[in-house]
């Protein structure tokens, strides 16, 4: 029993930190730019899959890591500078529109460059082996990626909350305005924390390879789930986005575990109740 | 745009145009009264001009698009094997997009018997569109020859329609002799884990009816929503069931996903692994690499298969689309040699729904790369062998190889 606890609670950490890596960059991409990214999944699909061409070059996962995460980030980039940029002015909704059209031309894309076939990304070398968890094997790779979750939360935490730069996009969450009022270049900004989200979601792609493996269609997927996180933590806020990785991914991963059947509903249950718990007894004004 | 007269209806018709009016739909009426009645009445069989129009049905996008890509280059190698002539007349291949969901696959459908009259249809792959194109075939008595539609339920005795076949195989047929094969092996436990729909329970309820003889019983079952990446949550509580044998029905990407992380979680050395011929599938073995080496699964087809018709198949794919041949590519290629035969065998002509609808049924091939193919009238669901695969490296690359057949197995259509 205690061990079925050790184990599904480890799973459900090696979930949550997939989940935070993605819902982070979506979740400060809404906080600052104020719309939702719906090409946040695509992100994570082309980086797993500059990874995989990385890797069919240089065997080496650390570089396929780099390669995706890079690639990810200056397509974001290129998006915000070419594109987005122009749309600021205009109404949420475009901008939604817009990132939907992104993620809609990158599924062709996607299948005309790499194809429609399932591939997959081995784990780093060092990883590839299991420890024994009581009479379970567990293996090593997935241990490692709460490592590095935790590792990322800490480090963008610190990025945010003890820089200056962390200060500005703090600042412009909370009031863009008054920001570019002060003389600061905003819109640098946003191309920054845009291009940032679309980096960390290219590195999750590259992560989660080993486990989930990479074909057309993933990248929706993962945007669903990422929503309800983001959603879940709250639009702009990187602890918000941690706590609520934390939930979804070990209340899914025990669900599943206890009882199957619920498994496609349950975490969509956990966001209604969220919602519910945050609005009661506040009037629409109070939650705006 | 035309000014209402009177004697004009209020109807509106294509485009705004006004609609038919009573003369019109008397008129209208009375021509497509004689011309249902004309094939019924003594028409000399003249050879038909203009190309033989076939309307291949397939997932060329959505989850099922790789699949469905092989299957058409199967259908499309085997009309340009034949110089895209079928008895001297050509053949004219018009392919439209399913995207695996039965609203698009039947309004393609009806675009291709209403606006393009095709001869006949061939393809679907997605049981659930199969479904639709089965009711859609009988109203428009349309012959319509299946690739894919594994689902029990489409082709029984008690839903048999003269249009409708099955060329690729049904579900049951697969994973029966599994369940006989595996009791053979001495495996007593088993337990069942698969995709929570449709094919992912009647995969493995086929088997377990043939399994569960000499005491061998199911332990436990594990179904989990289609589409799920992470079996890690599950995979204690198979190992806690102490099972001697998985038998697991997942196809595609989740396919991938449970073999590697059963390798990755442990479960591997002491309980085997084995299932529906999706589960090691030549598409998915790349992915999964070495996780799936000795894992057995049943299917109408094997890249090992050594039949010289096989070895000519497998080398025509790998020389035509630079890839592995697929059971789902094969499935293509002979359902299209199914319609081949059919019209060849009328002459090239397709003289009446009904006279083709005949003509399939009576074909029987000896030399497919699956092997003989025939079909059950009862049902209209194929009759074939079904091989018993394992997974080995073959010349450095991971292919299945066969290690039984069970030769004309015929779904009982109950």
New interface residues.
């Given amino acids: 029993m205690a061990e079925f606890i050790v184990i599904q609670t480890l799973n459900g950490l090696v979930y949550s930190m997939l989940l935070f890596i993605l819902a982070l960059g979506l979740s400060m991409t809404f906080g600052l730019l104020g719309f939702v990214n719906l090409a946040h999944g695509s992100f994570f699909l082309l980086g797993a899959y500059a990874g995989l061409t990385a890797f069919g070059q240089t065997a080496s996962f650390t570089l396929a890591a780099l390669a995706g995460a890079l690639t990810a980030g200056a397509t974001g980039y290129l998006l915000e500078r070419l594109f987005l940029k122009n749309f600021y002015s205009r109404t949420a909704l475009d901008q939604v529109v817009l990132s939907f059209g992104f993620a809609l031309v990158f599924i062709d894309v996607g299948k005309m460059i790499w194809g429609k076939d399932i591939r997959s990304l081995a784990a780093p070398g060092l990883f590839k082996g299991a420890v024994e968890i009581g009479s379970t094997t567990f293996p090593s790779y997935r241990l490692l990626l709460i490592a590095i979750g935790v590792l990322l939360f800490v480090a963008t935490w610190l990025a945010v909350e003890r820089t200056r730069m962390g200060a500005l996009i703090r600042a412009a969450v909370s009031d863009r305005d008054m920001v570019r009022g002060l003389g600061y270049d905003v819109r640098a900004l946003f191309a920054l924390v845009f291009a940032a989200g679309a980096l960390l979601a290219g590195l999750g792609g590259v992560l989660a390879a080993p486990i989930t493996s990479v074909y057309p269609g993933l990248d929706f997927e993962v945007l669903i789930t990422t929503l309800i996180v983001v959603v879940v933590g709250g639009l702009g806020n990187i602890t918000g986005a941690f706590w609520a990785s934390l939930l979804i991914g070990v209340s899914d991963t025990f669900g599943r575990a206890l009882m199957p059947e619920s498994a496609s509903f349950l975490i969509f249950g956990v966001m209604a109740l969220v919602l519910l718990a945050r609005s009661w007894g506040r009037t629409e004004e109070e939650i705006g | 745009m035309t000014i209402e007269q009177p004697g004009m209806s209020s109807r509106r018709g294509f485009a705004g145009n006004a609609g038919p009016n009573r003369r019109d739909v008397i008129i209208g009426g009375a021509a497509s009264a004689a011309f249902a009645v004309a094939p019924g009445m003594a028409r000399p069989a003249l050879a038909q001009s203009g190309p033989i129009k076939i309307g291949v049905l397939a997932p060329i996008s959505?989850?099922y698009?790789?699949l469905g890509?092989h299957k058409v280059n199967g259908i499309k190698m085997l009309f340009d094997q034949n110089g895209m002539k079928i008895a001297g007349r050509p053949v004219e291949l018009l392919v439209e997009d399913t995207e695996a969901k039965p609203q698009e696959g039947l309004r393609k459908a009806r675009k291709l018997v209403e606006s393009d009259q095709v001869d006949v249809l061939l393809g679907v792959l997605s049981s659930a569109v199969g479904n639709a194109i089965k009711e859609y075939v009988a109203r428009a008595n349309k012959v319509w020859i299946t690739t894919g539609a594994a689902a029990d339920g489409i082709f029984k005795k008690k839903n048999n329609n003269p249009y409708a076949f099955r060329a690729s195989l049904s579900t049951w047929q697969a994973n029966h002799p599994m369940g006989t094969w595996l009791a053979g092996k001495g495996f007593k436990r088993v337990l069942l884990t698969g995709p929570?729909y449709a094919m992912g329970r009647e995969a493995d309820e086929a088997f377990r009816a043939t399994f569960e003889v000499n005491g061998a019983q199911k332990v436990g079952e594990?179904?989990?929503?289609l589409?799920?990446?992470?079996y890690?949550?599950?995979l204690?509580?198979i190992?806690k069931a102490e099972p001697d044998l998985i038998y697991a029905s997942y196809a595609?990407?989740d396919a991938?996903?449970f073999v590697?992380?059963y390798a990755?979680?442990?479960l591997a050395p002491s309980i085997k692994l084995a299932g529906y011929g999706y589960l090691v599938e030549e598409?998915?073995l790349?992915?999964?690499?070495d996780a799936a080496l000795g894992v057995q699964s049943g299917i109408n087809w094997a890249y090992g298969l050594d039949t010289p018709e096989n070895r000519q198949f497998v080398e025509d794919y790998r020389k035509r689309t630079d890839s592995t041949a697929t059971v789902d590519a094969v499935a293509g290629y002979v359902g299209a040699q199914v319609v081949l035969e059919a019209i060849k065998s009328l002459g090239g002509n397709v003289p009446s729904q009904l006279e083709l609808s005949q003509a399939v049924g009576k074909v029987k091939l000896a030399k497919t790369p699956r092997g003989p193919l025939s079909f059950d009238p009862e049902t209209n669901n194929v009759i074939q062998n079904v091989y018993i695969r394992e997974v080995a490296n073959m010349g450095g690359q991971l292919h299945n190889k066969v290690v039984a057949t069970y030769e004309n197995v015929k779904d009982p259509g109950e």
């Fill in positions: 959505g989850v698009a790789s890509t929570d594990v179904f989990v929503p589409g799920t990446s992470d890690a949550p599950y204690s509580q190992k595609g990407a991938v996903r590697q992380q990755a979680f442990g598409d998915v790349v992915a999964q690499g």
